[in-house]
C-alpha cells in the first residue's frame, strides 16, 4: 500500500468502527473478546494504581498512535508540504494590499488541504478499530467502578484527552513526527 492512503479504505475502517460501537452491548463475543485481553492487561494496571495505570496506559497507547503515525505516513512529503504552505502563508501575508493575489494565493493554498488530508489519514486505518475498542472498554471499566474523578475532578475520558495531548506532543518532538 502506498503512503499516501486511501479515503476508500479510512471509509470503511470508519464504517466497522461505527458497526463496533453499535453492536458493542448487542454482539457478546466482541465484548467478550476485548474484555478477555484487557481486563487482565490493562485491567490489571488500573486496579493496581488507578492514576498511575491510567498513566501508563495513555502512555502506551500514546507511543503506539505516535509510532504509527511516523512510519504509517510519508513523512519527507508532509513536511515539504509543511514547508511550502509556510511559504504561501508568508507570500499572502506580504500581499495583503492586492486583493486578487491574495486570492489566487489562496486558492493555491486550498489545493495542499487535501494532499495533506489524504497523506495525514492513513495511521487512521491502523487505530481507529484499536483506539474504539479500548474506549468502549474503558466506558464498561469505569461505569463498573461508579463515578471515579481523576485528581478530584476529571473523569477518565478527560483524563485520556489530556494525557494523551500532553504525551502526543512531548512524542511527536521525539519521533520528529509532522
Known amino acids: 500500500m502506498d503512503k499516501e492512503g486511501s479515503f476508500k479504505k479510512i471509509f470503511i475502517v470508519m464504517f466497522i468502527v461505527l458497526l463496533i460501537a453499535l453492536f458493542w452491548d448487542k454482539v457478546s463475543w466482541i465484548r467478550g ?7 487482565p492487561t490493562a485491567g ?60 489566487a494565493l489562496q486558492k493555491k493554498q486550498f489545493a495542499f488541504f487535501p494532499k495533506m488530508m489524504k497523506l495525514s489519514m492513513r495511521p487512521i486505518i491502523y487505530t481507529s478499530i484499536p483506539l474504539i475498542l479500548f474506549f468502549r472498554w474503558f466506558m464498561d471499566f469505569f461505569s463498573s467502578m461508579g463515578d471515579v474523578k481523576f485528581f478530584g475532578f476529571l473523569s477518565w475520558f478527560w483524563f485520556y484527552l489530556l494525557g494523551s495531548m500532553i504525551f ?9 513526527v509532522v
Not at 473478546?33 to 481486563?39: G, Q, S
Not at 502512555?59 to 512529503?77: C, E, R
Open 33 to 39: 473478546t476485548v474484555n478477555a485481553i484487557l481486563n
Open 44 to 103: 490489571a494496571l488500573l486496579n493496581w494504581n488507578l492514576t498511575l495505570g491510567m498513566i501508563l496506559i495513555v502512555l502506551l497507547i500514546t507511543v503506539l498512535t505516535t509510532l504509527v503515525q511516523k512510519y504509517g505516513t510519508d513523512q519527507k512529503t508532509l513536511r515539504g508540504l509543511k514547508k511550502e504552505q509556510k511559504e504561501l502563508q508568508e507570500e499572502i501575508k506580504k500581499a495583503k494590499e492586492h486583493p486578487e493575489k491574495m486570492m
Open 168 to 176: 502526543s506532543s512531548i512524542l511527536r518532538k521525539v519521533f520528529k
